[in-house]
């Protein structure tokens, strides 16, 4: 099993020795990325973007104590019981919104997805209300893709076992499994039951991409901070026609390692502070690399998908007037997690702090409200604005 981080800000760096991450990879469900991101990589999309009740940011709960945690997971191992589901009853009594358990597959299907990389079906999936698994977007060229699922579909259980009322986590665990092996799904489409055999395969998606529009604005999307994306971005500002715009697309992204998000915000700036965050009342602070293309003008496209880590970027530029946000509030999620490995093995993940932005703000339940508020046509609006700022045809 992967070491356990000192801190992260949910799910976390697998990495051994890591520093944080700061995802709620959320929508992946079904063996891909992220919450509201990219893939089904991440077990840790273990509330998806449909969780909450009603709209908005969920509201946020009180910590769980990390010691009652652990004892109730102690004595039911003791009684030859499920340490992870009794530190969850636990969890879930304390009404820490973002705390959470994973046994060790769970945990290590991290290391796939914060890489880029995963095996499954390629398949977005989010948890309603009301506790019906939906498919809330599936990877061109996948597993899922070829068998014709879409977007929208109702999963009703995956080789036998009922999913409706499961959470996303226990989803994933049943999704998962060796490249190559079969899964059966059954599915509900405009009220018609299907059923589809899909093959799990390894999987991967891009993390950044870049495209250079007529009008000369480079548009740079980032729909998950996974390993190397940060530095990507740099690449992509550097390789930037002098003196053109750039829109940083962060619409989507459910977070990721905040090593590569502060990376990416360094393509922006010269050094400086990115963000503070506190650990149980303990202040740390997050700084920019020096050296950023600091006077390219720039917009940062967010929406309500925008979360975590990608949060922390956008507040980060706007506070220091380093970019204009335009699009619609972003998500909220502004709180650290703490793993701790628990005496079965498994991982519990509690709520310790919070992180705020260079201005001081703290964004958890309340989310960026953006520059420019934008519905349709964001992109164009984003240009709209760069010519404001004297870029454009």
Known sequence: MPGLPAFCLRPRDLRRGAVLTLAFLAAVATGALPCGGDGEAAAGAARSRTDPPGPGPPRVGAPADRDAVARAAAEAVAEGKSGKKAAQDVVSRSGDRWGTVYDQGEYAAFAEGLDGHWTGVGVWA???????????????GSPAARAGLRAGDRLLSVDGHAVTGLAVTDVVALLRGAAGTPVVLNLSRDGADLTETVRREQLRTEPVTVRQRADGVTVIKVVSFTRGSGERVRAAVRAAPPGAGVVLDLRGNPGGLVAEAVTAASAFLDGGLVATYDVRGDQRVLHAAPGGDTARPLVALVDGGTMSAAELVTGALQDRGRAVAVGSRTFGKGSVQ?????????VAELTVGTYRTPAGRSLDGSGITPDVAAGDRVEERAVTVLGGLGVGP
């Not at 309603?128 to 977007?137: P, R, Y």
């Open 126 to 140: 989010g948890r309603a209300h009301d506790g019906v698994i939906k498919v809330d977007k599936v990877q061109p």
């Open 338 to 346: 703490m793993p701790t490995e628990l005496p079965d093995g498994s």
